[in-house]
């Protein structure tokens, strides 16, 4: 079975444009949560999908969006990119509920901004 | 307030030696607590996943205990190989209700293994 793959792998933007960043879980996983990996801050929780609808939000402000297609693959959207949103963004796939099931990473998305 | 706190943060230890990493939380309900080894700059991959009733689980070289009583686990790396060094993040799930669970995500313990 393939794992969760995430495209881009590198991206480089400049403050003020926004990024689109793909993920495609596990076949027959119905759940995707996306977070974000800087040094200082860990592994911080940005949303949860499941089933196209968005089931768990982070405190994350609203320039961070994210939506599910039927075939559970995901997108995650940063708008007005800041040099703050420079970081790791994994996205993670589970049966049916993060929470209650075995999750699955992706390998990552690096974003900078410059 | 659900917390994790894993220690020590960072661990040096010789190839061929034996570690423990420590987990402490707070959350509550508790429903289950995962290890999860990071490597520098990839996804983490899942180590164990442990539910109440479970108190020691081994993949490998690992092998994590839970005791729920003082909510605590450990992740005991026996043999380290130069491939161990990593991060180690605990994760732990629990029950917020009404068949809704939030996961609560420690910061980790980076371990180097030297030769």
């Known amino acids: 079975k393939a794992g969760v793959t995430q495209t881009p792998r590198y991206l480089i933007k400049t403050r003020g444009q926004q990024v689109t960043l793909s993920c495609s879980p596990i076949?027959?996983?119905?759940?995707v949560s996306w977070y974000q990996q800087t040094p200082g801050q860990g592994l911080q929780f940005l949303f949860e999908y499941f089933s196209e609808t968005q089931r768990n939000k982070g405190n994350f402000p609203g320039r961070f969006s994210g939506r599910q297609f039927s075939n559970s693959r995901s997108e995650m959207n940063v708008s007005t990119l800041e040099l703050g949103d420079s970081a790791l963004y994994l996205c993670?796939?589970?049966?049916?509920?993060?929470?209650?099931?075995?999750?699955?990473f992706g390998p990552g998305t690096r974003l900078t901004v410059l | 307030k659900n917390q994790v706190e894993q220690s020590p943060q960072s661990l040096i230890i010789l190839e061929g030696k034996n570690c423990t990493l420590q987990?402490?939380?707070?959350?509550?309900?508790?429903?289950?607590l995962r290890w999860y080894k990071q490597d520098t700059g990839r996804g983490p991959v899942s180590l164990t996943i442990m539910t109440f009733s479970e108190n020691t689980k081994s993949n490998g070289r690992y092998t994590a205990t839970l005791d729920a009583d003082t909510k605590q686990s450990s992740l005991h790396i026996t043999a380290s190989q130069l491939s161990d060094s990593a991060s180690y993040i605990c994760v732990v799930s629990g029950n917020s209700g009404a068949g809704s669970y939030q996961l609560t995500f420690g910061k980790g313990t980076k371990l180097s293994v030297i030769p």
């Open positions: 987990c402490n939380y707070t959350v509550s309900p508790f429903s289950n």
């Open positions: 993670a796939s589970s049966p049916r509920d993060r929470g209650r099931d075995e999750q699955f």
């Open positions: 076949s027959g996983h119905r759940s």
